[in-house]
C-alpha cells in the first residue's frame, strides 16, 4: 500500500499530471487531445502519461486506430481513503482549537 500511495502522490506532484487528470475527469482522450493546451511534445506528454499509468491513475483503451486514455477512479479512492484515516484527527484538532478560543475570548461554551 505504502509504494502505490507513493506513486501516487509522486504522480500528482507534477502540474502537466494534475491537469491531465483534470482533463480526463471530463472523459477519454487521445495524446493528441491530451497534449494540445501544452506547449509539450507529443513525446513529452506520453512521459506524463506513462507516470500517471504506473501509478494506476489512468490507463489506456483501445479504439480502432487510437488508444484513448480513461481516468482510473480506484486510486484516487486510495488517495482519498488514506486521507480519510486522518480526518478524525483533524476534526479532534479543531475542536480542541474552538474550545481553546472561546474559553480565551470568554466564551465558555460549557
Same mark, same amino acid.
Given at each position: 500500500m505504502d509504494d502505490k500511495l507513493d506513486a501516487i502522490f509522486s504522480a =500528482? *506532484? !507534477?502540474p502537466t499530471r494534475r491537469a491531465i487528470l483534470g482533463r480526463l475527469a471530463n472523459g477519454k482522450a487521445t495524446v &493528441? $487531445? =491530451?497534449a494540445d493546451p501544452f506547449e509539450l511534445s507529443?513525446? &513529452?506528454i506520453s512521459k506524463h502519461l506513462k507516470v500517471l499509468e504506473q *501509478?494506476? =491513475?489512468?490507463r489506456s483503451g483501445? $479504439? &480502432?486506430n487510437s488508444r484513448p486514455r480513461v481516468l482510473e477512479p480506484t486510486a484516487l479512492k486510495t488517495v482519498a481513503d488514506w486521507i480519510a484515516d486522518y480526518r478524525g484527527f483533524w476534526d479532534q484538532s479543531f475542536d480542541r482549537l474552538d474550545d481553546y478560543l472561546s474559553k480565551v475570548q470568554?466564551? !465558555?461554551n460549557d
Open positions: =500528482l *506532484a !507534477d &493528441a $487531445e =491530451l507529443q513525446p &513529452a *501509478a494506476g =491513475l489512468i483501445r $479504439e &480502432a470568554g466564551y !465558555d
